[in-house]
């Protein structure tokens, strides 16, 4: 049974920091590229990052997070991270990873991907 976990959020003041992290199990974790999304209160699922299991320059950024936050991945470990730098109230939502195949191809579009994670809650104060 694949299981993705996140954990590490909570709330923040605004330019504060705080890190994500996602474990994976039940999967072959170096098949899937991963990837963050939130989602707001009555907005849409969106992307915020995805790496892919090799080739970590093709790594994809929403242009609303770029330069802001950082996404990892640990093939031994089976996890997943979301560093986030420069907080605003903005990036208040319910945060999920997520995981797809194949390994190679990033796609922002939350359709394309396997398996998903029950969300972890990051709240950013002004």
């Known amino acids: 049974q694949v299981q993705l976990a996140e954990s590490g959020g909570g709330l923040v003041q605004a330019g504060g920091s705080l890190r994500l992290s996602c474990a994976a199990s039940g999967l072959t974790f170096s098949s899937y590229t991963m990837g963050w999304f939130r989602q707001a209160p009555g907005k849409e699922r969106e992307i915020v990052a995805a790496?892919?299991?090799?080739?970590?320059?093709?790594?994809y950024y929403a242009d609303s997070v770029k330069g802001r936050f950082t996404i990892s991945r640990d093939n031994v470990k089976n996890t997943v991270n979301l560093q986030m730098n420069s907080l605003k109230p903005e990036d208040t939502a319910v945060y999920y990873c997520?995981?797809?195949?194949?390994?190679?191809?990033?796609?922002?579009?939350?359709?394309?991907?396997?398996?998903w994670g029950q969300g972890t809650q990051v709240t950013v104060s002004s």
């Open positions: 997520a995981g797809k195949r194949p390994a190679w191809g990033v796609s922002s579009d939350p359709r394309a991907y396997d398996y």
């Open positions: 790496i892919p299991a090799i080739s970590w320059s093709a790594t």
